[in-house]
């Protein structure tokens, strides 16, 4: 009983993780401006929470630098799972304009599985609400399928 009630909770509330791995901060800029209450995903359910261990989505922005690389696979390792991975922007699908400096080590994807990309540089905070609606439909999918 106490399980089926964490599980209908924890459905209707995905808190988010954001790792900045080297972007310009434009992307961090525009998913701080969805909370605010002008755009408002909490009432969605989205919260940002401080800890990997807490979070049920990823959400990763700007291209994987070799100073982050080591970060981000620890703390994808430490995000339970089912889990789910936004990239925000076109940094980490692409690189965008950092491809191909001496310092970054490649797009997301070379290190994790991207379930939902953003694109966009910046991508504009309706795009974000709705990759992040999407990445709770898939999270709830990789949930149903795990019980």
């Known amino acids: 009983m106490i399980k089926k009630l964490i599980e209908n ?11 900045n791995t080297g972007s310009c901060n434009g992307c961090d800029i ?3 401006a969805v909370l605010t209450p002008r755009y408002d995903a909490e009432r969605f359910g ?6 990997p261990r807490h979070a049920d989505i990823v959400v990763v ?4 630098t070799l100073q982050s690389k080591d970060k981000l ?11 789910v991975v936004v990239s925000l922007g076109s940094c980490p699908r692409s690189c965008n304009v950092f491809k191909g400096s001496y310092s970054v080590a490649g797009p997301l994807d070379k290190y994790t599985h991207v379930d939902v990309s ?3 540089c910046t991508p504009k905070p309706e795009a974000i ?8 439909e898939i999270l709830k999918k990789k949930r149903e399928g795990m019980s």
């Open 129 to 136: 609400v709705a990759g992040l609606a999407k990445a709770a």
């Open 73 to 83: 696979i620890r703390v994808l390792a430490q995000v339970p799972e089912p889990k």
């Open 30 to 32: 525009e998913l701080v």
């Open 61 to 64: 922005s700007g291209p994987v």
């Open 9 to 19: 909770s924890t459905a209707k509330s995905p808190w988010l993780y954001h790792i």
């Open 118 to 120: 953003v694109a966009g």
């Open 46 to 51: 989205f919260k940002l929470t401080g800890t």
